[in-house]
């Protein structure tokens, strides 16, 4: 009796330790699952406001509003990984939208390595290769290589259409595009102009902040113009690759990711589109920072209300590496 006693006991303990153990893996399991959870809701992302009301809106809605767009601009923060996370979900949108119309432009890529794109989208050479050869900029990897592959994937063409950055390095130095190389003025815009008035005021108000920035780049007052009318070079051939494609294919709808300067308050390369074709529709979507414990969604807003057609407000710019 003492015998059986002693083996219920047993078995009650071993009962209570399994009773345990199971109590023990599933609050693990949902402590977990609450953690993941968590770090789901911390996750920086972009929140889409409406400029015309100064009031959030999901991407979806977004979409709806700009269908009827012949281009759709989004101006990033070249180091923010969530703008870069929303520019995808932007790209899918339209693609659910406007199928084989859409084709994405890309500041990134620049026109003499547009048969090294088609190549690489065609699958004709290797992913080694289409960077070894087209020259793709440092954060490649996390921010701009998820586009280039989805548009792979679903066969949607990316156009390269900035300038050469040596063309637009010798244009600033040299002041003018005489000296630019024999063999590189095959890629140098039909029409090349000044910006308007408000770019060019902006564009200086940038140089000076540099010049009183501690540490920062000096700019001579001199060098201030050259600069101006090499930014706008790149500007008038990101401009006219996107409407020479649509003229190409009128039915196209063009996706174009690019630096949020080139395009805030439709200034910029946006500008030079409806210059070169003034019946183009053009939105633009421009990305703005807040500070979460000092900004209001809407405070933000209205007072970037002028930036674009959308705003895309980001947090924090992150180290994208």
């Not at 979806?60 to 989004?74: C, H, P, Q, R, W």
């Not at 890309?106 to 960077?131: C, S, W």
């Not at 000296?179 to 090349?192: C, F, G, M, R, T």
């Amino acid at each position: 009796r003492c015998r059986m006693e002693t083996i219920e006991g047993i078995g009650e303990t071993k009962s209570i330790v399994l009773k345990l153990v199971i109590l023990a893996v599933v609050l693990c399991f949902f402590s977990l699952l609450s953690a993941v959870r968590a770090g789901a809701q911390d996750k920086d992302t972009a929140v889409f406001v409406q400029s015309r009301t100064a009031q959030p809106v999901s991407l979806e809605t977004m979409l709806g509003d700009l269908a009827s767009y012949n281009v759709v601009v989004f101006g990033e923060f070249h180091d923010s990984q969530p703008i870069h996370d929303a520019e995808l979900a932007v790209l899918k949108g339209l693609y659910r939208q406007h199928g084989a119309n859409l084709a994405l432009s890309m500041e990134m890529f620049e026109r003499d390595v547009q048969p090294v794109m088609n190549d690489y989208l065609a699958g004709k050479i290797t992913e080694g290769e289409f960077l070894a050869a087209s020259r793709p900029w440092p954060q490649y990897k996390t921010a701009y290589k998820p586009l280039v592959e989805y548009a792979k994937a679903h066969h949607i063409p990316v156009l390269t259409g900035n300038i050469p950055r040596r063309i637009a390095a010798t244009y600033a130095k040299s002041k003018t595009l005489d000296s630019i190389a024999d063999e590189d003025k095959q890629y140098l815009p039909n029409v090349h102009r000044a910006g308007s008035a408000a770019y060019r005021e902006k564009f200086a108000a940038v140089m000076q902040g540099m010049n009183t920035m501690p540490g920062g780049m000096k700019i001579p007052p001199q060098m201030v113009q050259p600069m101006f009318m090499a930014q706008c070079l790149k500007d008038d051939t990101m401009a006219e690759s996107i409407i020479q494609y649509r003229q190409q294919y009128p039915q196209a709808v063009v996706y174009h990711v690019v630096g949020n300067f080139h395009s805030a308050g439709h200034l910029g390369m946006a500008e030079k589109m409806a210059w070169l074709q003034p019946k183009t529709r053009i939105a633009v979507i421009d990305t703005v920072h807040y500070e979460k414990h000092k900004d209001t969604i809407r405070d933000i807003a209205q007072a970037n209300a002028s930036g674009g057609d959308y705003l895309a407000l980001e947090t924090a710019h992150h180290e994208v590496k």
